[in-house]
């Protein structure tokens, strides 16, 4: 069973800080999704890694994936109170080649205050 | 293109009764998922259909929990005689074709089961 585990769960931080939020899954993947969830709101595509050594970064938001350390991070520049939401990893399931949909990590709550 | 419509966004159900929840997919998309989100949880899979055929529903409660996706019209998920613990946020997610990874989310409906 494929299993993604994020940390932290749930974060505070300060507008102008640095953060990382850390993506692990257990089996080799073709895919790694980050998506972001306003309360109440459905979950929006930020990034899609398709392969070792892939970077995309998007405004204050830069995504890496690492296969070998089966291994993702989102990373936060500088935040700003507008980023404050829950982000969500997710990969497809190799062996059944994406047909059950994607394995979803339980997110990240981000708080980032003024 | 409307993008992938879901409705009802709130549906308020007494236990033992019927709920019926709607996906349209995005056009040109015949790929749909459902997938159930519990408070401050990620979302997990329920069942993967293409047009008439369900291709997986492991994800599935075995009792009471069905889904379709008919050859004219939305795909339905249904929930029979529905429980407390049904109360959730149901997305269904659609894709143009399997291997790709471009994956749209409807903006979810909301069941309450009072």
């Known amino acids: 069973e494929l299993k993604v585990e994020q940390n932290p769960l749930f974060l505070s931080m300060q507008e102008g800080k640095n953060y990382t939020i850390y993506c692990n899954y257990s089996?080799?993947?073709?895919?790694l999704y980050w998506y972001r969830q306003d309360p109440g709101k459905s979950l929006e595509s930020l990034f899609v890694?398709?392969?070792?050594?892939a970077v995309k970064q998007e405004g204050r938001l830069m995504a890496s994936l690492d296969t070998k350390a089966r291994l993702s991070t989102l990373h936060i520049t500088a935040a700003v109170h507008d980023l404050s939401a829950t982000y969500f990893c997710?990969?497809?399931?190799?062996?059944?080649?994406?047909?059950?949909?994607?394995?979803f990590g339980k997110g990240t709550h981000l708080i980032i205050q003024p | 293109n409307a993008g992938v419509m879901q409705n009802p966004r709130h549906l308020v159900r007494r236990r033992g009764q019927e709920a019926r929840l709607r996906c349209s997919p995005m056009?040109?998309?015949?790929?749909v998922y459902w997938y159930r989100q519990l408070p401050e949880e990620g979302l997990k899979f329920m069942v993967y259909?293409?047009?008439?055929?369900?291709?997986?529903e492991s994800g599935m409660p075995k009792e009471r929990f069905s889904a379709e996706f008919p050859k004219e019209g939305p795909s339905i998920l249904r929930i029979q005689q529905v429980v407390r613990g049904d109360s959730a946020a149901y997305f269904c997610?659609?894709?143009?074709?399997?291997?790709?990874?471009?994956?749209?989310f409807g903006s979810g409906t909301q069941l309450s089961v009072l």
């Open positions: 890694l398709l392969s070792n050594g």
């Open positions: 056009k040109g998309h015949s790929h």
């Open positions: 089996t080799t993947s073709d895919r």
């Open positions: 259909l293409q047009k008439e055929n369900i291709i997986d």
């Open positions: 997710a990969v497809d399931n190799p062996l059944r080649g994406g047909a059950d949909g994607l394995t």
């Open positions: 997610a659609t894709r143009d074709t399997l291997t790709n990874e471009k994956l749209f």
